[in-house]
């Protein structure tokens, strides 16, 4: 099975702040990589698809980057309802579909 | 409005059984794969199991095997997990989500339930 690996798994920033998290796959996946974001106690929320590509919805300082083993989400200007947790999930060799470990994101 | 609402959940003693159901509107749900994907306390998210749109592909995690089945029903645009054999380990809230497909080999949740909470413990 592929293994999802997210840096750092927690982090504090402030509004405004650029952020940066990083998503590492123990074997190629391509392009194949999705980003959610999950607030406590509610659903996560797809954020980007295919390392980059946004979802419908999604603010546009919402980011992300790579393919192959390494990937990027970037929020480039941190807003006050972006303090959450942020996974990752692989699709690309299934089943599982492996999620990383999260990275929470709360106030500096 | 795509929605998806989860019921089911509950407490039961290890070895035992719980039927969780996701009612989907919004949609036609006969047209989507569907997932349940689980979150012990204070954990990450964990995919549990898969079901093709028309039911002729199923996956699981590894430690469900056996264990949990997953159903759909067109009629009521319903998903369902029956689970089995439960153990504290399987605690956790239980979410449904929508799949959705892209390219050759990519697979997303891009809608999801509320959560059901499942406890299993004496």
């Known amino acids: 099975d592929i293994q999802m690996t997210q840096s750092p798994s927690s982090l504090s920033a402030s509004v405004g702040d650029r952020v940066t998290i990083t998503c590492r796959a123990s074997?190629?996946?391509?392009?194949?990589l999705n980003w959610y974001q999950q607030k406590p106690g509610k659903a996560p929320k797809l954020l980007i698809y295919?390392?980059?590509s946004l979802q419908s919805g999604v603010p546009s300082r919402f980011s992300g980057s790579g393919s192959g083993t390494d990937f990027t989400l970037t929020i480039s200007s941190l807003q006050p309802e972006d303090f959450a947790t942020y996974y990752c999930q692989q699709s690309y060799s299934t089943p599982p579909f492996t999620f990383g470990p999260g990275t929470k994101v709360d106030v500096k | 409005q795509v929605l998806l609402v989860e019921s089911g959940g509950g407490a039961v003693q290890p070895g035992g059984s719980l039927r969780l159901s996701c009612a989907a509107s919004?949609?036609?749900?006969?047209?989507?794969?569907m997932h349940w994907v689980r979150q012990a306390p204070g954990k990450g998210l964990e995919w549990v199991a898969f079901?093709?749109?028309?039911?002729?592909?199923?996956h699981y995690v590894d430690s469900v095997k056996g264990r949990f089945t997953i159903s759909r029903d067109e009629s009521k645009n319903t998903l369902y997990v029956q689970m089995n054999n439960l153990r504290p380990e399987d605690t956790a809230v239980y979410y449904c989500?929508?799949?959705?497909?892209?390219?050759?080999?990519?697979?997303?949740?891009?809608?999801w339930g509320q959560g059901t909470m499942v406890t299993v413990s004496s």
């Open positions: 295919a390392a980059s």
């Open positions: 919004g949609f036609t749900f006969s047209s989507y794969g």
């Open positions: 079901i093709r749109n028309d039911g002729g592909q199923i």
């Open positions: 989500a929508k799949d959705r497909t892209y390219g050759d080999f990519g697979r997303l949740f891009d809608v």
């Open positions: 074997q190629t996946i391509s392009y194949y």
